[in-house]
Structures are given as structure tokens and as C-alpha cells.
């Protein structure tokens, strides 16, 4: 059974930085593509970023283009989420979520095609 914890979290305030890690267990982490996902207050989930199995492939939500950086370590079995110039609207708790069965070269963009979750990590952005 396959388990991610994710951390990183906190309070900062607003042009800062925050670096979330994602760490899987329980399974072969080079294997599942990952993605981060964020559910803001009152608000749905979102898609954030998300890495294929080899890391050749990546995709970011527009809104955090430029600013926010997805990358792995399969030898770590770790995914993070590095996040620059962060705003108050980024404010949200993060999620990690790792899909098996991907190809290679593949990533994905919905919640749905994930088929395990971390437990979320909160991050608050002040004005």
C-alpha cells in the first residue's frame, strides 16, 4: 500500500518562498507519476503542477507559472513543490497525488487520474 506524507507548510508572507515535499512509501516511487493539487478556502480542488515517472515531462497551472517548480528524486522517493513569489491567493492546503499505470513521458492535470493522496499541507500567504 502506497503512502505519501506531505510537508513543508506554513506561514509567509507574500513575495516569499516555501519548498513542499511530498515522500512516498510502500511502493515503487519511480513508477507513479506525481502531481500537487491545492484546495483554497471555500474553494475546490485545483491542479497545480504535475511530473511524469521520469521527469521528462511537466506541467504547471497557469497561475503558477513562472513561479512555482515541480521536480522528483526517485533515489529520495520524493517529489517537491517549490514556490517563489507566493501571493495570498495561493493560500490553500497543498496536496500531493501519485498515479500508477502512467507512461513514461506522461503526466496528468486531473484529480481523477490520480490514484493515491497525501494527507495536505497548509500554506498561508500574507498580505
Known amino acids: 500500500q502506497v503512502q505519501l506524507v506531505d510537508s513543508g507548510g506554513g506561514l509567509v508572507q507574500a513575495g516569499g518562498s516555501l519548498r513542499l515535499s511530498c515522500a512516498a512509501s510502500?511502493?515503487?516511487?519511480?513508477?507513479?507519476?506525481m502531481g500537487w493539487f491545492r484546495q483554497p478556502p471555500g474553494k475546490e480542488r485545483e491542479f497545480v503542477a504535475a511530473i511524469s515517472r521520469s521527469g521528462s515531462s511537466i506541467g504547471y497551472a497557469d497561475s503558477v507559472k513562472g513561479r512555482f517548480t515541480i521536480s522528483r528524486d526517485n533515489a529520495k522517493n520524493t517529489v517537491y513543490l517549490q514556490m517563489n513569489s507566493l501571493k495570498p491567493e495561493d493560500t490553500a492546503v497543498y496536496h500531493c497525488?501519485?498515479?500508477?499505470?502512467?507512461?513514461?513521458?506522461?503526466?496528468?492535470?486531473?484529480?481523477?487520474?490520480?490514484?493515491?493522496w497525501g494527507q495536505g499541507t497548509q500554506v498561508t500567504v500574507s498580505s
Open positions: 510502500g511502493g515503487t516511487f519511480s513508477r507513479y507519476a
Open positions: 497525488a501519485g498515479r500508477t499505470g502512467s507512461n513514461t513521458h506522461s503526466y496528468y492535470t486531473k484529480g481523477g487520474d490520480y490514484d493515491f
